[in-house]
């Protein structure tokens, strides 16, 4: 603790020293700087504590809100920007100097020896292999690295949640998360003052860990970042895994490792290596860790020549024992991310992989431009392989396939499921091996495998062998135990090395591995089905208890349980591929592998209901809703399989085609059980990589809160229409909603965001999305959205890129001024709406001059015009009655109903009616009084007399009138178990089934106050509602009887805050109804 304080102390004096050399002028700037933007990484201090300017003040400053660290970097920043560079390179130097600990001759080794790492990292790390159409090829990391998407922090429930599920949540995450470059992992986020030690990377296999490890270590190598590092060594666990039974010392295994460090044997040169150094230990693939770290461990190492096994070395590095002012980066897949305890680490971060525009960045980097776009429009028509695009490791492949795929003009064919992406590669490798090295340019899809059918068995069975052991890098000794000869030339063949590599950082002995584990997996799953059909059932004994006489199914079934067992999810991909593979489809792209193919569909109809029947965790069929229910409510126990498991279940019966899923789901969601976070992203997920498009997206359907809500909402994209009225989105989630309008080949014709509140940034995101080429929009609806002005829907419709044809505006107080601004856009000769929706708009007779010209000038298109609800007056209808009768004006329908100067008022209060309590439906419990206009909950029962129509049994009451058009009023709450609702007069009095209480039935809706919260009912399901907080208890009901809506409000000081709408068809006049359950409650009707 007592260098730490010395070397702070140092550092700061670096500080002033490098202040006290500008002069006051340059000061000045210095300090505007701090107070500017131009620190994107760190907050801006407030120019009121940079008045003075002088030294004292601007260090006290900087150091109380950045720390002594990151204003040395701030400051070395800002004097770049001043091109003091003199004064930079000599602070810059002096940081190093107080690091190393002086000039001394042993910080002369340690200073070539960090550039000798240096050197041997960037020469480790500048160049990848990436998967092409032409072979191996290594590629200059910086020509095709796209940055990856990643974040602070993890999602809920991160160890419970399966890894491809992860990736189907990434649009609704970065709404919410601070992306972090992967250049400041171990910088502090903007607020924060503590030291960033340890830091979690999770992200799912193939999403880009280890190429963020590379470029990192790249940049630092090259002197484009972390400056301020002076070592860094990257530690594979996989190649740890190797060692794992041999001593080591943490100085000892790192010179295994980097042998440029062998010439720091002095022990002062040590001690300032160890102790003094900035050194960053990357430990790259915990999952892949065949290491059994202890944590906390029971043997303490703190000296860094110490010698113990390697999973205790590592253990103490972790903990903070071992080298305790290093920097540690931790990478995994999600499902290994526990066996680091949460209190050694000092910040989680997660990569989601691509965004949708990084998908296209790296596409169009990996190949020509114009291919690029052809490949890019054919993905984004099968959802599912967009959505697995967010795996780096996944675009490659398909591109790589996609590009073969059109150099052989086989693009009719394109694949559409991941098992069917990985056929396709191996075929198109297969097909470059015969024209590269064979000279053979063989087109024949069957005789192209059969030629290679000897080498790519026993690259499968290899692949199998070794998943069931959990190896993922070989020895010459394991090629040669399953027929590989490492020196054939078809091992090294352009096939070859895009499936195989040499994989050799850190060891001398050569190692092999598959250029991906999802490779691995493939080829694992195409041996087991090749040994089936081949009745070479011995191989597969480890996998398989009974070897003779197994059907499809049996072996199918067989992998499932295994599948399920796994802790870590290593058979999760595994068994996506076998499954895919039994389909008779996939068999015939693989003839010349595999034997002729037969009909299977029994044994895969079998197979199907045994992964329900896995997932429901019954012996017995269950009903579908049983069976979603199960697989949505998951938990780790005893006798139910993880989530993690259950739903990559749900992706195997994805990739079997098995079209009862959707079905089975949509059950799920018509029992009206509550569906929490988990459940909406199965849901979406569902939805989007159905290659059926719904014909409606009905948000209300789902039963869910606003997290759900927004979750579901990229599900939109998947529909033709989108019924999202009355939902409380973020200002993200209408980013979300708004680029589906803009995706080439958008499927929504018709949107509805009735109910909603939208301001000028929503207003102007739906303007943007309507004048997008893209946008096939025909039919909006924005009722009752507290717009007042038009501008954006007038520049919409004038534009001539709009596609809008019905658009309905009704219950939104636009007033005249209003009007005359939409006006504007309905006159132009490129604005081809047909219907137009004013109702309840605040219009008089000065508006309906606006619209009257509107039609004079552009008489081609609108046929319907609702202006019911307004005070157009007499001179405002005969104005729009003369277009009515225009021959030349294509106007059929026009509505004025209801003309009346009090609808000019703004609110639906306007709407505003009168009620009265029935005491001959009150129940005996309930008390009228106020003039039969409250209710109160007794215990005592009233001397009501008998009646018909008298509620018996539930604590109820109706009004004596009627709605049957459009009527506002408002009710007083007090109290808990309250309900305020309609009916039709005919519900039952008598008895406590659903058919006598209000919103129990399909006669009724109602609104329920209990618990402090808000819910909505009908038909016995309920929804719950996040009701705003307030000290107000006055509730709001809007009926529009023919509209088919019913709303509920929130108020407070008069204003209204939407809770509810319901949709519906109304057959009968309506009675508003109330709902006592608890003592003293009360409901009283209020005057307006």
Not at 731 to 739: L, Q
Request: hydrophobic share 35%; charged share 25%; net charge neutral.
């Amino acid at each position: 603790m007592a260098n730490q304080g010395f070397t702070s102390c140092q550092l700061l004096t670096h500080l002033f020293s490098s202040l006290e050399d500008m002069n006051d002028e340059a000061r000045k700037r210095f300090s505007l700087y701090l107070t500017d933007k131009t620190l994107e990484d760190f907050p801006p201090i407030p120019k009121a504590r940079l008045e003075s300017h002088k030294v004292t003040n601007i260090v006290e400053q900087m150091r109380d809100m950045y720390g002594i660290v990151d204003s040395l970097n701030i400051t070395l920043f800002i004097l770049k920007l001043m091109n003091y560079n003199d004064l930079a390179r000599r602070l810059d130097q002096k940081i190093k100097e107080t690091h190393l600990g002086g000039k001394e001759p042993e910080s002369r080794i340690l200073q070539n020896t960090i550039q000798s790492n240096k050197d041997v990292m960037m020469r480790k790390f500048e160049h990848i292999s990436e998967v092409t159409m032409k072979g191996g090829t290594q590629i200059h990391l910086d020509s095709i690295y796209t940055e990856l998407h990643i974040t602070e922090g993890e999602s809920e429930g991160v160890n419970e949640e399966h890894e491809i599920w992860q990736i189907e949540n990434t649009d609704r995450r970065r709404r919410h998360d601070r992306k972090i470059k992967c250049n400041d992992i171990f910088k502090p986020l903007p607020g924060q003052r503590k030291t960033i030690r340890l830091v979690m990377t999770k992200g799912v296999a193939g999403i880009g860990k280890t190429v963020s490890v590379q470029k990192f270590v790249l940049d630092w190598a090259e002197g484009e970042a972390n400056q301020d590092k002076d070592f860094m060594f990257v530690l594979p666990f996989r190649e740890l895994n190797l060692i794992k039974d041999d001593r080591y010392s943490f100085h000892t295994l790192l010179i295994y490792c980097y042998p440029e460090l062998q010439h720091l044997q002095a022990p002062e040169i040590q001690d300032v290596m160890y102790k003094k150094s900035r050194i960053v230990i990357i430990l790259d693939g915990l999952d892949e860790s065949r290491l059994l770290l202890h944590l906390p461990s029971k043997e303490k190492l703190c000296d860094a020549l110490q010698e113990s096994r390697v999973e205790i070395l590592l253990s103490n590095l972790i903990q903070g024992n071992l080298l305790p002012s290093a920097f540690i980066w931790i990478t995994t897949r999600p499902a290994a991310a526990k066996q680091v305890p949460e209190d050694y680490i000092s910040q989680r971060t997660e990569i989601r992989g691509f965004t949708d525009k990084q998908k296209e960045e790296y596409f169009k980097k990996r190949i020509r431009e114009d291919q690029a776009e052809n490949i890019i429009s054919h993905i984004k028509t099968s959802r599912s392989l967009y959505i697995m695009c967010h795996i780096p490791v996944f675009c490659s492949i398909l591109v790589t396939v996609l590009e073969g795929m059109l150099v052989h003009d086989d693009l009719e064919e394109k694949p559409k499921t991941l098992t069917e992406v990985f056929i396709y590669f191996l075929l198109i490798q297969s097909k470059n091996k015969e024209k590269k090295y064979e000279g053979r340019n063989e087109v024949d899809r069957e005789k192209v495998l059969e030629s290679n059918k000897a080498i790519l068995m026993k690259l499968a069975k290899l692949a199998f062998e070794e998943l069931q052991e959990g190896k993922i890098l070989f020895t010459e000794k394991d090629l040669q135990h399953s027929g590989i000869d490492v020196t054939d030339a078809a091992v090294h063949s352009g096939m070859c090395t895009e499936i195989f590599k040499e994989d050799a950082k850190f060891f001398k002995a050569k190692l092999y591995c598959f250029v991906h584990l999802s490779v691995q997996e493939f080829l694992a799953a195409l041996y087991v089905f090749y040994c089936y059909v081949s009745r070479n059932m011995k191989a597969l004994k480890c996998f398989i208890s009974r070897t003779w006489r197994v059907s499809l199914a049996n072996l199918l079934k067989a992998a499932v349980d295994q599948s399920v067992k796994s802790q870590n999810g290593h058979l999760d991909l595994f068994l996506r591929f076998l499954l895919g593979i039994s389909l008779e489809s996939n068999q015939s792209l693989l003839q010349g592998l595999l034997p002729k193919t037969k009909g299977r569909s029994k044994s895969l109809q079998k197979t199907s209901r045994h992964i329900k029947k896995t997932i429901s965790n019954n012996e017995k069929d269950e009903p579908s809703k049983i069976f979603v229910l199960r697989v949505f409510k998951i938990k780790t126990t005893k006798n139910r399989i993880s989530t993690e498991r259950a739903m990559n279940l749900l992706l195997c019966l994805l990739e079997m085609k098995d079209a009862s899923l959707h079905n089975e789901i949509d059950s799920y969601v018509k029992s009206g059980d509550k569906l929490s976070p988990a459940h909406c992203s199965a849901l979406a997920y569902m939805i989007l990589v159905s290659e059926n498009v719904l014909d409606e997206f009905d948000m209300k359907k789902y039963n869910t809160d606003d997290e759900g809500r927004e979750i579901l909402i990229i599900a939109v994209r998947n529909s033709r229409k989108a019924r999202l009225h009355g939902c409380k989105f973020t200002e993200e989630s209408y980013k979300a909603i708004m680029s589906s309008l803009q995706l080439p080949n958008s499927h929504i014709r018709e949107m509805d965001l009735s109910y909603s509140d939208l301001k000028d940034p929503e207003e102007l995101m739906l303007c943007s999305a309507l004048l997008c080429p893209s946008s096939r929009l025909e039919n909006l609806s924005l009722k009752q959205c507290f717009l007042h002005h038009c501008d954006v829907l007038a520049s919409v419709l004038s534009s001539g890129s709009s596609n809008l044809r019905h658009l309905d505006l009704s219950e939104n107080d636009l007033l005249d001024s209003g009007v005359e601004i939409l006006s504007t856009g309905v006159r132009s000769p490129h604005c081809t709406l047909e219907t137009l929706g004013l109702s309840g708009c605040c219009i008089s007779e000065r508006g309906c001059e606006f619209l009257s010209s509107a039609l004079s000038s552009n008489p081609s298109y609108l046929r319907e015009l609702d202006l019911s609800y307004n005070h157009p007056g007499e001179a405002g209808v005969k104005l729009l009655t003369a277009r009515l009768q225009d021959p030349h004006c294509k106007l059929e329908k026009l509505n004025v109903d209801h003309d009346d100067e009090c609808w000019l008022k703004s609110g639906p209060q306007k709407y505003a009616c009168k009620f009265t309590l029935d005491p001959n439906t009150a129940n005996r419990k309930l008390l009228l009084s106020e003039g039969n206009r409250k209710v109160t909950c007794v215990v005592e029962k009233q001397p009501y007399p008998d009646h018909p129509e008298r509620f018996k049994s539930w604590l109820q009451v109706l009004c004596r009138e009627d709605v049957s058009g459009r009527c506002y009023w408002e009710v007083e709450r007090s109290g808990q178990m309250v309900y305020i609702g309609v009916t039709y007069k005919g519900i039952s009095r008598r008895g406590f089934s659903s058919d006598n209480y209000i919103g129990g039935n399909n006669k009724s809706w109602v609104l329920i106050y209990d618990n402090n919260s808000y819910s909505v009912r009908h038909n016995s399901i309920s929804t719950a509602i996040p009701a705003p907080p307030s000290s107000y208890n006055r509730v709001g009901v809007y009926l529009d009887w023919s509209a088919g809506t019913l709303t509920f409000y929130s108020i407070s000081s008069d204003k209204l805050t939407h809770l509810h709408t319901f949709h519906s068809t109304f057959t009968e006049p309506l009675y508003p109804g109330f709902g006592v359950l608890s003592y003293k409650s009360s409901l009283t009707l209020c005057e307006i």
